[in-house]
């Protein structure tokens, strides 16, 4: 290896690095709410598919996540990436066995290192889940997810009040997952989902999508 | 910074070819350069680059972040007829375009205003179309100054379509070469499918990296044709004033 690919790697390497600030769709959630009391953390290894140029590009992209229960039927968290950072909140509507429905709010901002036809470096996000759970026994769930999401995604500039390039998507979504419960404490999830954004001033840009992985870690406050 | 988005001008042309120009004779092939000159800082380095072999044998030169007098000073020394058209004015206050210079007649130009300005910078990209006459033979040449990255790969695909369509059936002989900013992971290949798709043969295939960065190497700079057949082609790696290198490929003629 010359010196010159080896600072190639390198630069490739830094950018996979970064890339991981790209948006993703993951929430990796169910629609069970966490109890009072209780704070859950987790780590997310997702794989994103995005847009790029005219084709799809894939990159992994690892999140931690964090719940905490604030009361009977609602709790609050988030998650972040490298270079971005989602807090929301979830309640729970509805609870009849073996079924539970929650909604989750969400607002979120990112820097995206990587420009393509309707993504920009400055991104804030603002929307909403409806979760679906379905517990199929103790240690099974399965999650049902459909979301609508607005996004402004603009370039540096718009901290300088100049909004050219400038853009504003409406994603609708929807996600399928399954969870198992490794022990009371733990538990593993694998979701999948897709958006599919729509640029106000554009139309529609292909297909965003993701699949992964969460590890979630649940422990009661210390009182 | 400010654009000059209109089609028509300002335009600069000039020809400074000897009274009795190679032009007299039928060439034994047709050479290309493409040279992105850095805001034309390096004049007379880039004119000792050019006044010697490889470059030295060049028929047409597509220039690239060119201002006019750097323009007028290399046809004058080299020999050559050119226009140019600016594109923007530089953080320097000089204009930022690109120029065709030949030497063979220059018997029509055109400016092509490209899409998505940089947000950053408000700079304007253009590519610059010119038809020579090759003994008889109309031959077309681009030169080609793509967006950098910050605009997007999708934006600069588009730049990239926009030549393309501007340029469709205008000659049967067609040269597009420029300074595409092809260094992001994907670039270059989604560029030359593109122009694959448009009919036109990636000329500078395989000559490797165009451009000096600190992370080394870049492909920034590419000769597409259509309806010529490369020979020879290369990089001419010695210092000529710019953090760009130039770009020459030798096409077989007659077509």
Same mark, same amino acid.
């Given at each position: 290896?010359?010196?010159?690919?080896?600072?190639?790697?390198?630069?490739?390497?830094?950018?996979?690095l970064?890339?991981?600030?790209?948006?993703?769709?993951?929430?990796?959630?169910?629609?069970?709410?966490?109890?009072?009391?209780?704070?859950?953390?987790?780590?997310s290894?997702?794989?994103?598919?995005?847009e790029?140029?005219?084709?799809?590009?894939?990159?992994?992209?690892?999140?931690?996540?964090?719940?905490?229960?604030?009361?009977?039927?609602?709790?609050?968290?988030?998650?972040?990436?490298?270079?971005?950072?989602?807090?929301?909140?979830?309640?729970?509507?509805?609870?009849?066995?073996?079924?539970?429905?929650?909604?989750?709010?969400?607002?979120?901002?990112?820097?995206?290192?990587?420009?393509?036809?309707?993504?920009?470096?400055?991104?804030?996000?603002?929307?909403?889940?409806?979760?679906?759970?379905?517990?199929?026994?103790?240690?099974?769930t399965?999650?049902?997810?459909?979301?609508?999401?607005?996004?402004?995604?603009?370039?540096?500039?718009?901290?300088?009040?100049?909004?050219?390039g400038?853009?504003?998507l409406?994603?609708?979504?929807?996600?399928?997952?399954?969870?198992?419960?490794?022990?009371?404490?733990?538990?593993l999830?694998?979701?999948?989902?897709?958006?599919?954004?729509?640029?106000?001033?554009?139309?529609?840009?292909?297909?965003?999508?993701?699949?992964?992985?969460?590890?979630?870690?649940?422990?009661a406050n210390?009182? | 910074?400010?654009?000059?988005?209109?089609?028509?001008?300002?335009?600069?042309?000039?020809?400074?070819?000897?009274?009795?120009?190679?032009?007299?004779?039928?060439?034994?092939?047709?050479?290309?350069?493409?040279?992105?000159?850095?805001?034309?800082?390096?004049?007379?380095?880039?004119?000792?680059?050019?006044?010697s072999?490889?470059?030295?044998?060049?028929?047409?030169?597509?220039?690239?972040?060119?201002?006019?007098?750097?323009?007028?000073?290399?046809?004058?020394?080299?020999?050559?007829?050119?226009?140019?058209?600016?594109?923007?004015?530089?953080?320097?206050?000089?204009?930022?375009?690109n120029?065709?210079?030949?030497?063979?007649?220059?018997?029509?130009?055109?400016?092509?205003?490209?899409?998505?300005?940089?947000?950053?910078?408000?700079?304007?990209?253009?590519?610059?179309?010119?038809?020579?006459? $090759?003994? !008889?033979? +109309?031959?077309?040449? %681009?030169?080609?100054? *793509?967006? /950098? &990255?910050?605009?997007?790969?999708?934006?600069?695909?588009?730049?990239?379509?926009?030549?393309?369509?501007?340029?469709?059936?205008?000659?049967?002989?067609?040269?597009?070469?420029?300074?595409?900013?092809?260094?992001?992971?994907?670039?270059?290949?989604?560029?030359?499918?593109?122009?694959?798709?448009?009919?036109?043969?990636?000329?500078?295939?395989?000559?490797?990296?165009?451009a000096?960065?600190? $992370?080394? !190497?870049? +492909?920034?700079?590419? %000769?597409?044709?259509? *309806?010529? /057949? &490369?020979?020879?082609?290369?990089?001419?790696?010695?210092?000529?004033?710019?953090?760009?290198?130039?770009?020459?490929?030798?096409?077989?003629?007659?077509?």
């Open positions: 290896m010359t010196r010159t690919h080896a600072i190639q790697a390198l630069g490739l390497g830094a950018l996979l970064c890339a991981p600030g790209c948006l993703s769709g993951a929430r990796n959630l169910g629609a069970a709410t966490t109890p009072v009391g209780t704070t859950e953390v987790g780590v290894v997702n794989a994103i598919a995005f790029r140029g005219r084709e799809r590009a894939y990159l992994p992209n690892p999140e931690l996540t964090f719940r905490k229960g604030a009361g009977e039927n609602w709790d609050w968290g988030g998650r972040l990436t490298l270079l971005g950072l989602e807090l929301g909140t979830r309640h729970r509507l509805i609870e009849r066995s073996p079924w539970t429905v929650s909604v989750a709010p969400s607002a979120g901002a990112w820097f995206v290192p990587v420009t393509n036809n309707s993504t920009e470096p400055v991104n804030f996000r603002l929307g909403a889940q409806t979760l679906v759970d379905y517990r199929l026994n103790p240690t099974w399965l999650t049902g997810g459909a979301s609508l999401m607005g996004t402004f995604a603009g370039p540096l500039t718009v901290f300088q009040g100049r909004f050219n400038a853009h504003l409406a994603s609708p979504g929807g996600s399928l997952g399954v969870a198992y419960r490794m022990s009371p404490s733990l538990e999830r694998a979701e999948g989902g897709l958006e599919l954004p729509l640029d106000l001033k554009d139309g529609r840009r292909p297909l965003a999508g993701y699949v992964g992985l969460t590890l979630r870690w649940g422990r210390a009182r | 910074m400010g654009g000059y988005p209109d089609e028509t001008g300002p335009r600069y042309s000039g020809d400074h070819r000897a009274p009795v120009a190679d032009s007299a004779v039928d060439p034994a092939s047709l050479t290309v350069v493409t040279f992105n000159l850095a805001f034309a800082e390096n004049v007379p380095e880039a004119i000792t680059a050019l006044s072999a490889p470059l030295a044998e060049a028929d047409v030169i597509l220039m690239q972040e060119m201002d006019a007098p750097a323009v007028e000073r290399i046809a004058t020394e080299l020999g050559m007829a050119y226009v140019y058209y600016p594109a923007s004015v530089a953080k320097d206050g000089d204009d930022f375009g120029a065709v210079l030949s030497r063979w007649p220059i018997t029509a130009d055109a400016k092509i205003n490209l899409p998505h300005d940089d947000p950053y910078h408000q700079q304007h990209r253009i590519a610059v179309a010119a038809t020579l006459d $090759i003994r !008889g033979t +109309p031959v077309q040449v %681009v030169s080609v100054h *793509g967006a /950098t &990255p910050i605009v997007g790969l999708g934006a600069r695909l588009e730049q990239a379509e926009t030549v393309l369509h501007a340029v469709e059936g205008a000659a049967p002989s067609q040269v597009i070469a420029g300074d595409f900013n092809t260094s992001d992971p994907g670039s270059l290949t989604q560029t030359v499918q593109l122009f694959t798709e448009g009919g036109f043969q990636w000329a500078s295939e395989g000559v490797g990296d165009t000096d960065s600190i $992370i080394g !190497g870049l +492909p920034l700079d590419s %000769v597409f044709t259509r *309806g010529l /057949t &490369p020979v020879e082609r290369g990089v001419d790696m010695r210092p000529a004033g710019s953090d760009h290198h130039p770009v020459w490929v030798r096409f077989a003629w007659p077509p």
